[in-house]
Structures are given as structure tokens and as C-alpha cells.
């Protein structure tokens, strides 16, 4: 029986080895629906994206696209065409491809779907399927690598001991019917964060508060990603939420839930019913403040004035933030032009012009001086209503815009809103708070530059300054992955995390879609905190190295004999 027991090991450890050893190429995807701004190109660049994201996450490598584009060219294949499972044999052949990835991108009313396969060259057949759908395509990536990949080993970048255990309150009435899957998603990006990618000592609980929704006994905490989403697959939208119910459950979260002593503490409140009573958030509040659990609460398209405020202060008394959901719709008006109308806090605004920064709120500061009316992003202009006679909110823009702008829409796409950029963002600003673990000292700082912007960084690996270094010497513009995180205390509010660079990847690996500049950081740094590629999310930046200070102390070599 011990034999039979070794001989199963080895054979999983050389199963294993074989696993991180294959090499996949990964042909360019075919666009079942080319448009002017949904190209050929686009399914290239989705390539690399795939591509760079599981290189990222996963133990998996990846053939250089250029050697996959020259085995296309050289076979007379084209991946908008025709590819036949002899076609992947030939190519995987033509670069010593292990694997071949290989699918399709559609685009139907402000939506992406894809449907990819992975192909094993040497065992002729299917290892893995995918179909996701999503509203944009970093995300989607993220999903589908998620699916492609999902027997390789994640990565692991950061570990700690700490304890972090976190209550997601979640209005499920009815009324949170549309916004639904972006919570659950959003959820899922805040687990992910707060957990670095469950890696960490999590627990997390989803309280539900609606009618339908009583025994709140019976929700236990989830402990691995599996487990959330069996938790989130089980309940939702029925119902109606009033303010006794919401106390209810109020109540279970802050004193009956087995709040571990020594972990980090959150709350996320989500509310979409107006019925909240003021008067026993507040001693709530207080009770959460004096177990240490923070309070952050998200309003959603429906609630307006007392609600709203409601919630903004009982984040206030809780030490957390308030957050309320940006909706955004496109709509096309008689004669095709588009139109980009926005929802935030009752207000409507539209945009000839489409920025993706609205996802970071549609106010310039969407936290700070909450009593006061907040400025608009200067992309937007405001349309006004008399909220007496039209009761417009996000669910309903489609109907009131038309009358209130006076143009005659035809057609417009699904409603999108940034409620999971919310989760993230929230997720993110943790960071510092569950991360304590104590780091590596800074080795050198760094002066770069992307052409325009020059500011001071942290290197604390020797690997990653060795590549700057050589990088300076050459006079060399090279690209450098980054986690944003922001820093009040710094020149320009952002941060470059010192234990997060990617500096080992070539041009050919990174899609237009997670390039920046600094410049567009500083200006919007709660877009690039909340948003991007993979958790926490990643930017490249085309840099050039301008200074190097060194940050170790130096001994005299008298000093090394006392």
C-alpha cells in the first residue's frame, strides 16, 4: 500500500512539472461582428490581454505573439477565417506550442461575450472551454483566464498572517433586481482584494435583508472563493426591504456574528429601499466603532435626499466612507448620432464625448464635503428637472431623457453602472490596513520619467533594480507594471506599490488597453486604484529611468573587523 502511495505522488509531481512546463500560443481572436470602433484589431489586442493577465495570475508561459502572427503569415491562415484542428496542430508544431488558445469576441448592446477553447497539441484534444460575458474587456479577460486556466496554480504575491473578516449587509428586495449581478461581481472583486485573491485568513459573510430573507442564523462565512460564489448562487432579488428589517439584520451583523479579536473588521452596507430610519443607525454605529468594525455604506439608484443622507452619516459615525452607484446608458438618437446619459444621486447628466473615468463616480471628489452640492466631472453637462413633477432614476433614463432633453432617442444599450468599481475601490483602500506584515525595506529610490511627468519611486527587490539600472545605462523607454495606490502625503497623491513592479515583460506582451501615462494617473487616481487588469488592478507605463539614489547603508570596511 506504501508503494501504491509513492508511485501516486511522483506521478502528480510529474504531472505537475509537465503542467507549468507547456508553453501556449494564443491566436489573435476572431471578431464575429466588426464595427467602426469593434475592429480586427481588437481581437489582437484581446489576445494579449488573455495572454498577459494568466501570466500574470497563473503559472502558465506563453509563446511571443509575434512568433504566433509569423506562423499565421507563413501557413496563409487568417483568424477571422477558417481555423481547422489541423491548423492548430501545424502552428503549434511551427513554434513548439504545447497548447493553443483559440476564440471568438461578440459585441451586442454595450456587451462582450467570448468563447474560447484550449487545444492540447499532443493529446489532440480540448483541455478547456470558456464563455464569458462582460461590459468591458478587461474584465472579460479576467473571466475567461479564469475559466481557460483554472487547473494552474495561482500565484501568490503578497502573504500574511492576518485575520480580516468582513459582513456584506446586501439590500435584496426587489428593487435591487437590476443591479443584481453587478453586486454579486463586485462582491467577488472586493473578496478577492481584501483576500489577495484568498490567500489570506478570510471569513466573509453575505447578510441579506428583505422580507423573504428572516433566519439570518443560517448564513455562515465563506472561506474560499468556491464557497462565495455557492453563497451568492443561492440567493436572489424578492421582496421588500423596510427599515425594521434592515435593523434586524443590522442587529445580527455588529453583535451576533463571530467577529474574530484579533482580525480586521468591515461592513459594507448596499441599500436600494428608501425606508431607512436614522435614529438607530447611528447607535449601531457607534456599537460597530467600539468593536472596531468600520462601516462603509453604497446607496443605489434609488435613494434620494433623507436616505441618502442617512447613510452618508452613519458611514461618518462608523469610521468608514459613502459611496453612491454612477449609472451610465447610451442611446442613439433619429439620425444614429450617441449620446452618453449619466445618473448620480438623482442628478442627470449627458456627454457627447464617452470617459471611462465616470466609473470613479461622477463628481470631481465624490467623498469629501458630502453636505455640499458636489461639482460635475468636466466631461458632463447637466441636465436639470424638476424632480416634483418627473420621478427619474437610473432604471427609467430611457423614458424621461427623451422628454427632458428634448431629443427624439430611437435605441440605446443596457444600463451600466460602477457598483463593482465601488467593491474594488473599497477593497483596495484596505490594503495598507490588512497588509501590516512587514516588508522589505526600500533598497534604492528611483526617479522616472514617461516623457512629460517625472516623479520619485521605491525599488526593493534587486531583480527590479537591476533591470532599471541596466534599463538608465541603455537610455532605454521600457514598460513598467504598476499597482496605483494613492498617497495624500505624496507631490502628486499616487504611490507606485514598491512590492507589486512588473519589470520582466517585453512590449509584445502588453495590449494598448493597460497602457497609461502618469499624467492620466494624477488626474483621475481613483479610476486607476479601482480599475484594471487583474486584483489589485495593473497599468504599464512606457518609462525612462532619470536617477538612481542608493538607500542601503554603506559601511567602511574598518567598520566590518570591530
Known amino acids: 500500500m506504501k508503494l501504491y502511495y509513492i508511485i501516486l505522488i511522483l506521478l502528480l509531481q510529474t504531472y505537475t512539472i509537465n503542467v507549468l512546463a507547456q508553453e501556449t500560443a494564443v491566436i489573435p ?120 486556466f483554472y487547473n494552474s496554480p495561482r500565484k501568490i504575491r503578497i502573504t500574511t498572517d492576518k485575520q480580516i473578516d468582513a459582513v456584506i449587509l ?62 451568492l448562487n443561492q440567493i436572489k432579488p424578492a421582496g421588500s426591504a423596510s427599515a425594521k428589517i434592515l435593523q434586524n439584520a443590522l442587529n445580527h451583523s455588529v453583535k451576533n456574528i463571530p467577529w474574530r479579536k484579533n482580525s480586521e473588521k468591515i461592513l459594507i452596507i448596499i441599500s436600494n429601499s428608501e425606508n431607512i430610519d436614522g435614529n438607530f443607525l447611528e447607535q449601531y454605529a457607534l456599537t460597530a466603532k467600539s468593536k472596531n468594525i468600520a462601516i462603509n455604506t453604497i446607496s443605489l439608484g434609488l435613494l434620494r435626499e433623507n436616505a441618502l443622507e442617512t447613510l452618508k452619516q452613519f458611514s461618518v459615525v462608523g469610521a468608514g466612507h459613502h459611496y453612491s452607484a454612477a449609472y451610465h446608458q447610451r442611446m442613439f438618437n433619429e439620425k444614429g448620432d450617441k449620446v452618453d446619459v449619466f445618473y448620480q444621486e438623482g442628478r442627470i447628466f449627458y456627454s457627447l464625448v464617452y470617459e471611462d473615468t465616470w466609473k470613479g463616480g461622477l463628481f470631481e471628489d465624490n467623498r469629501r464635503k458630502q453636505s455640499i452640492i458636489q461639482k460635475p466631472k468636466s466631461f458632463l453637462s447637466e441636465v436639470l428637472y424638476d424632480e416634483q413633477k418627473y420621478n427619474v432614476h437610473p432604471y427609467n433614463l430611457k423614458k424621461f431623457y427623451p422628454a427632458l432633453s428634448s431629443q427624439n432617442i430611437i435605441n440605446s444599450e443596457t444600463l451600466e453602472n460602477n457598483i463593482e468599481s465601488i467593491m474594488n475601490k473599497i477593497g483596495s483602500e484596505y490594503e495598507n490596513t490588512f497588509s501590516k506584515q512587514k516588508y522589505k525595506k526600500a533598497i534604492a529610490k528611483v526617479q522616472i520619467s514617461d516623457g512629460n511627468i517625472s516623479l520619485w519611486i521605491q525599488i526593493k527587490d534587486e531583480k527590479d533594480l537591476k533591470i532599471v539600472t541596466e534599463n538608465m545605462s541603455a537610455k532605454n523607454y521600457f514598460p513598467l507594471g504598476a499597482v496605483i495606490k494613492k498617497g495624500p502625503n505624496d507631490p502628486y497623491g ?39 487588469l487583474l486584483t489589485p488592478p495593473v497599468w504599464f507605463i512606457d518609462i525612462k529611468v532619470e536617477k538612481i539614489e542608493n538607500l542601503r547603508r554603506e559601511y567602511d570596511v574598518r567598520e566590518l573587523g570591530r
Open 29 to 148: 481572436y476572431k471578431i464575429a461582428n466588426p464595427t467602426e470602433n469593434f475592429t480586427i484589431e481588437t481581437g489582437k489586442e484581446y489576445a494579449k490581454l488573455v495572454s498577459l493577465g494568466a501570466m500574470l495570475s497563473r503559472d502558465v508561459s506563453f509563446i511571443p505573439h509575434n512568433r504566433t502572427d509569423a506562423a499565421l503569415k507563413k501557413l496563409s491562415l487568417n483568424s477571422q477565417r477558417i481555423i481547422t484542428e489541423e491548423n492548430l496542430r501545424k502552428i503549434g508544431r511551427m513554434v513548439n506550442a504545447d497548447n493553443v488558445l483559440i476564440g471568438t469576441i461578440l459585441k451586442s448592446k454595450g456587451r462582450y461575450t467570448s468563447e474560447s477553447i484550449l487545444y492540447s497539441i499532443r493529446d489532440r484534444e480540448i483541455v478547456s472551454k470558456s464563455r464569458v460575458s462582460s461590459g468591458n474587456l478587461l474584465k472579460l479577460a479576467e473571466e475567461e483566464l479564469n475559466e481557460i
Open 170 to 231: 446586501t439590500d435584496l428586495s426587489y428593487k435591487v433586481s437590476a443591479d443584481w449581478t453587478s453586486i454579486k461581481d463586485g462582491i467577488k472583486k472586493f473578496a478577492d482584494n481584501i483576500s489577495k485573491n484568498w490567500n489570506l485568513n478570510t471569513q466573509i459573510y453575505i447578510i441579506p435583508f428583505a422580507d423573504k430573507y428572516r433566519e439570518l442564523h443560517k448564513y455562515s462565512a465563506s472561506k474560499s472563493l468556491q464557497s462565495l460564489n455557492e453563497k
Open 494 to 532: 499616487i504611490i507606485f506599490h514598491p512590492d507589486l513592479y512588473i519589470t520582466e515583460l517585453g512590449k509584445n506582451y502588453i495590449p494598448d488597453l493597460v497602457k497609461t501615462n502618469i499624467n492620466k494617473i494624477i488626474k483621475d487616481p481613483d479610476y486607476y486604484v479601482s480599475n484594471g
